[in-house]
Every structure is written in C-alpha cells, then in structure tokens.
C-alpha cells in the first residue's frame, strides 16, 4: 500500500499478499475485473459457515476502492465485546496487520480518538490512521450497540517515515442474540492514502475483513474480557 508502484514491484507484492497468511485461499479470489462490472452491488467475498463469517464487498459509483460488509456470530455476549473494542491498546493484537495502536485523547465516555498503524508489506512506507470513535450505546428500544468510526487525518501531525489513512469510516453492530452470542455487523471503507493501483488496495481488503473477525473471535474467549469485573471506562449500555 503505498507509494507509485512500478509494475514488476506490483507482481512482487500481490504474490507476498497471496503467500501471507493473511491472504485469502484461491477459490475465494475471484476476477476482480468481472466484479467490478457489478456496480453498487454487494458481491460475496467468503462465507466461512464453521466460524460464522460472512464478507462481502462492493464497488460504489464515484470510488476507486471497493467499501465492504462483515457478518458474524460471535460466541460472547455484549459486554465482552464491548470490553474488546474500547481496549485501544490491544487492538495491535487482532486487528489486521497492526503493528501499533493507542489512545489519542478522551471526548466523553462516548466519543474518544484514538492512533492505529498498519503494516505493510516488503519495503513499502507502513500506514497510520486517527480515528475519530462516538459510541451508541444499547437500549433496549435501540436494540443494539453502534460503534461509529471515522479517519481523522489532520487530528495529529504527519508521522516521519508513514503515510496517514485518508479514510477508515465504518459502523459496528452488536447485536445480543442471546445471553452467550451477538450478532457483529460492519460496514465500512478505507482508502490507505498515497499512490497505488485500486486493484491492488481491493484485492488486500478482500482479506482484511475476515482475518481482523477471526482475531477478534479469538481474542473474545480470553478471561480479561469475558471475566471482567471493573466497570468499563465507557459507555456501551443504557
């Protein structure tokens, strides 16, 4: 992701992608070329019946880069996925590719900001990204827990040697199912900043979404989120 990429340097980073194991497996690599002839349409990505995650993405008129929608059923009930997503400073420990994250400054217990960089591949500047995050918190009328997220590139000064995320805008879900399982939904899109082909941005958020859920349904079944007795430093219920 991101400086001018010469051709051959491209070939080089689509096969690293490819090999990670954040890359997605062939039959879910589609051509990217035939999708994106189906304009403002969401297009299933992976359906991963075993883990519950379903990913799909879409091309959007006017944008470059395909936006993308996450479903999953998640094995932990409100309040431990409310616990995770606040932890900024382990978000380094599930979320794709992040290498270091961090709160910025606290709004209220409602609205925070916080700093997140990602990795990326080969000799490649790493991205960072300021998110700007106002909570919704759940009502029984609301019915769910709506997690708002939106880049905030100009909140903090360039970093020396990494290029700042011009857009991480999302919306989170939780919805309780029952006293054990929630219902995530996402919604969202990234433009990494900088110069690089679409093609190969689309091909990366591809595999974002699920590899970031499975880490996130991991790191649910440990005990400092599911056995957590402190209150929680903000508000997700009312």
């Known amino acids: 992701m991101l400086k001018k990429i010469l051709v051959m340097t491209v070939t080089v980073i689509t096969a690293s992608f490819t090999m990670s194991s954040y890359a997605i497996g062939g039959n879910d690599v589609d051509d990217l070329r035939a999708d994106s002839q189906r304009k403002n349409e969401w297009i299933l990505v992976k359906k991963d019946r075993l883990k519950n995650i379903t990913t799909w993405a879409k091309q959007e008129d006017g944008k470059a880069i395909r936006s993308f929608k996450v479903e999953m059923l998640v094995n932990a009930n409100l309040e431990t996925l409310a616990r995770l997503q606040v932890d900024i400073d382990n978000i380094k420990r599930w979320y794709w590719e992040t290498k270091e994250s961090r709160m910025l400054k606290k709004i209220s217990n409602k609205e925070f900001y916080y700093y997140q960089v990602f990795n990326s591949p080969l000799t490649l500047p790493d991205r ?111």
């Not at 000064?157 to 011009?166: D, F, K, S, Y």
């Not at 996402?186 to 699920?210: C, H, K, L």
């Open 128 to 238: 960072d990204s300021v998110i700007h995050v106002v909570i919704e918190p759940y009502t029984a009328k609301r019915g769910y827990l709506a997690v708002k997220m939106n880049a905030a590139p100009d909140f903090m000064p360039a970093q020396p040697g990494r290029v700042r995320v011009l857009a991480q805008d999302m919306i989170v879900k939780f919805t309780p199912i029952n006293k054990d399982t929630t219902r995530l939904e996402t919604e969202g899109y990234i433009d990494p900043g900088g110069v690089v082909p679409a093609w190969a941005i689309n091909f990366v958020q591809r595999s974002a979404p699920y590899v970031t859920m499975v880490g996130l349904a991991r790191m649910v079944q440990l005990p400092i989120y599911r056995e957590g007795t402190t209150p929680t430093e903000f508000t997700y219920m009312e």
